[in-house]
């Protein structure tokens, strides 16, 4: 059947977006495909068009199309969509009744599917690929398979498990696979096509530009924040609009300020109980609410195109994470403005997080050192190697590159030598992401020419026209002003420099030094006004990079003359955002509250050894390390504080809402008595 027919017929499209058609064509010929277009460029239809063409081509012979998605409120929200086209979906994930996966398997196998949703740890239960490959699919989609690469800004360890079980399901008969994600580099996206094994795909990276989107970015300190974002959704036109928070807490103080100066608005995370975060969510595409302020967590599981404004209230970890998050405005094709408000603070709690989750190759060296062919407890290699409370995020590091043998009961064995090189370069892209994000914070060029760069999306070239650097006086936010006399002088001496300098110009920071330096005019002032001269078409500001002797990546700005450099746009400088946070107090001007760690001998012993035995016995169900159920930090803090709701159950230290999506109930039982 003729995929326009059915886009007509099941779908209620007249015609194809920007390169809908070619992904549907090569998915039905039995191509494998690799799809990177944006939050809202309509990636769902690639996969869904496709998988019905390629069912009705079957005649009731093939199967239905297994889609593996991360995310409990995506599966629901396309299973939703799907049953009110009158296609055949289910779901099975941890949010369900057991019976009803029951159901669900029971109505593939028959044939009664069109399409059937999983998440990616389903593969882990002894039995499911087989189950599944019974019947032919008609596609496999691995949605956000940017999770599956080490380079990827949201990698989860389940998601390698698809390269080993891939290859189950398409053993009968030649299935093709599509790997779909709005953030993937080009490293991002060579990682994928490996790890999901893709045969000579066809690759779709397109769509980045957007048209309609202004991107506008603040140098601001976190004291400003609260007051600009505010600025940034007082008309009634910006709004609706999500605010983005780097804490629950802030997102819960900022709903309270939006709430008491009258503005129908909620606070949306992880740590709220889950009938909450769904009467949140269905109020926002509903439109009851015109706001919501709300960690990353929101957003996922939603489709709601009238987005008027996205602003971020602190740098996200990568461009590959601000890309997606700012892509959910103006999904309708209308105007719309993404702000985002930063400084060199973002990074430095960013840095924080780095050492934490990724420590330095020379402490995981210390633990492979430790490590031989007998099976050592994982207390016994805390006491060996002194590394404290670092122990499980190294050895954790150290499996996931093959330097350690991990059992199910935690006995640890030495890996493979070689380990070093994959995690050194692994940690160092983590450390290039947050230095990608940081520059990006200042005024070089063209901030939607920046992410197409940066995705590798070679359409168009030319700049978008609407941003704060290619149309300052557009601002919501900033302000811009003409020079003042001083700063006029200021831009001759630096024109003059440059012009010294001759074709290959100088480094920014060898210009500031030949120009303004010796006038008392410090860095900061001088990046104004050379952002004011490159928003003018005066200069060109490109970022480059070198290795130094230790062949660490060193960036920095080349500074040229522009051609053609008598442009006639004004010269004007944004007026800096200036001001600091009490001290002693975060960004909310409320103090901070210090964590008490709870420790072995305040546990209850039994009750450690109980949950112990059940993380044992779900690591061997799932055929992975005991810690990749829970850490021994995470157990211990449930053990101490025996919590006795999932609200209660999220709050301990070291207890996600994925693991809590996954295990809570059951624990929660244990805690009772009942398990």
Not at 392 to 414: I, M, N, S
Not at 647 to 663: D, M, N, T
Request: charged fraction near 30%; aromatic fraction near 6%; charge should be positive.
């Amino acid at each position: 059947m003729d995929p326009r027919a059915v886009l007509r017929e099941r779908f209620g499209f007249d015609a194809f977006r920007p390169h809908q058609e070619a992904v549907c064509r090569a998915l039905v010929a039995g191509r494998d495909v690799l799809l990177v277009m944006p939050t809202g460029a309509g990636k769902s239809l690639c996969y869904q068009l496709p998988a019905l063409v390629r069912a009705q081509a079957a005649a009731g012979r093939g199967g239905a199309a297994l889609v593996v998605s991360p995310l409990i409120a995506l599966m629901e929200d396309q299973v939703q969509k799907l049953r009110a086209r009158g296609v055949r979906a289910e779901r099975i994930h941890s949010g369900r009744p057991r019976e009803q996966s029951r159901a669900a398997c029971r109505a593939y196998l028959e044939g009664a599917l069109d399409f059937l949703f999983f998440a990616p740890e389903r593969l882990a239960v002894p039995g499911f690929p087989e189950l599944l490959a019974k019947r032919t699919p008609s596609l496999i989609a691995v949605d956000e398979a940017h999770c599956i690469s080490h380079w990827g800004h949201d990698f989860r360890p389940d998601y390698r498990m698809l390269g080993e079980r891939l290859p189950v399901l398409r053993a009968a008969a030649p299935v093709p696979v599509v790997g779909l994600t709005a953030t993937a580099t080009v490293l991002v996206q060579q990682d994928i096509a490996a790890q999901l094994r893709l045969v000579d795909p066809v690759r779709c990276i397109h769509g980045f530009r957007r048209e309609n989107l202004a991107l506008e970015v603040v140098d601001c300190p976190p004291a400003r924040r609260h007051a600009l974002a505010a600025k940034a959704i007082a008309d009634a036109e910006a709004r609706p609009a999500i605010l983005y928070a780097p804490t629950r807490k802030e997102a819960e103080e900022l709903a309270r300020e939006y709430a008491d100066e009258g503005l129908a608005v909620a606070a949306y995370h992880a740590g709220l109980p889950p009938a909450e975060r769904e009467r949140v969510q269905g109020a926002f595409a509903a439109g009851a609410l015109e706001v919501v302020v709300a960690t990353v967590a929101f957003g996922m599981g939603i489709d709601k195109a009238d987005v008027r404004t996205v602003v971020h209230l602190a740098l996200p970890s990568s461009l590959e994470a601000y890309s997606q998050e700012v892509g959910r405005a103006g999904r309708d094709g209308r105007p719309a403005r993404a702000v985002l408000l930063g400084s060199f603070v973002d990074n430095k709690m960013h840095e924080f997080f780095l050492e934490r989750d990724y420590p330095e190759p020379k402490r995981l060296r210390r633990l492979f050192e430790a490590l031989d062919d007998t099976p050592r407890e994982l207390d016994e290699l805390r006491g060996l190697c002194r590394l404290g409370d670092a122990t499980e995020k190294c050895l954790e590091k150290l499996w996931t590159h093959g330097g350690a043998l991990v059992a199910h009961d935690q006995r640890v064995t030495r890996g493979r030598d070689g380990w070093q090189e994959a995690y050194t370069r692994q940690r160092a892209h983590k450390e290039q992401q947050l230095a990608q994000m940081a520059r990006f914070l200042g005024d070089k060029g063209c901030r939607q020419l920046a992410l197409l760069a940066h995705f590798g999306d070679d359409d168009d070239r030319g700049p978008c026209g609407i941003c704060d650097f290619c149309a300052p006086a557009s601002c919501r936010v900033r302000s811009a002003r003409a020079l003042s006399a001083e700063e006029e002088q200021w831009v001759q001496a630096v024109l003059d420099a440059i012009a010294r300098a001759g074709r290959g110009g100088l480094s920014a920071g060898k210009l500031h030094q030949a120009s303004l330096e010796g006038l008392g005019v410090d860095r900061r002032t001088f990046d104004h006004v050379l952002g004011a001269l490159a928003r003018a078409g005066r200069v060109q500001l490109s970022d480059e990079v070198f290795r130094n002797d230790e062949g660490d990546r060193i960036a920095w700005t080349r500074v040229t003359a522009a051609r053609g450099g008598e442009d006639a746009r004004p010269l004007s400088v944004f007026v800096p955002e200036r001001g600091a946070a009490p001290k002693g107090r975060g960004s909310g001007g409320r103090p901070k509250k210090a964590r008490v760690d709870p420790t072995w001998d305040a546990a209850p012993k039994a009750l450690v050894e109980r949950l112990k035995q059940f993380r044992l016995e779900e690591a061997r169900r799932r055929k992975v390390p005991a810690f990749q159920i829970c850490s021994d930090r995470a157990l211990l803090g449930i053990a101490s504080a025996s919590p006795a709701s999932r609200e209660q159950l999220l709050a301990v230290h070291g207890v996600g809402a994925r693991f809590v999506e996954r295990f809570g109930d059951a624990v929660l039982a244990l805690l009772r008595g009942d398990g």
